[in-house]
């Protein structure tokens, strides 16, 4: 069965910090890559980071710097740490696999407002 919990979302100030969480159900996560994706209001969904099942990490330039991806394969669990969050950050945050397979979770949603 294909589950994706996303949690950890919430209203922060420019500047601040957000961690969030990835559950995933097994057959989503052993073995596979996984990214962390997000969508603003009128914009497509976007891959904002992955990590590889060995754990090499890739970014989005806008993010570079500021955010980190990490997995724990002992609980099927991916994080995403974002610091220095910008108002263009905002969105709803989503994982998947990398590359993104069918099935999404609800997402968080980020937001960042003064």
């Known amino acids: 069965q294909v589950r994706l919990v996303e949690s950890g979302g919430g209203l922060v100030q420019p500047g601040g910090s957000l961690t969030l969480s990835c559950a995933a159900s097994g057959n989503i996560f052993s073995g596979n890559g996984m990214g962390w994706y997000r969508q603003a209001p009128g914009e497509q969904r976007e891959l904002v980071a992955f990590i590889t099942r060995g754990g090499i990490t890739n970014y989005v330039d806008s993010v570079k710097g500021r955010f980190t991806i990490s997995r724990d394969n002992a609980k099927n669990t991916m994080y995403l740490q974002m610091n220095s969050l910008k108002l263009e950050d905002t969105a709803v945050y989503y994982c998947?696999?990398?590359?993104?397979?069918?099935?999404w979770g609800q997402g968080t949603q980020v937001t960042v407002s003064s």
């Open positions: 998947n696999r990398f590359p993104r397979g069918p099935s």
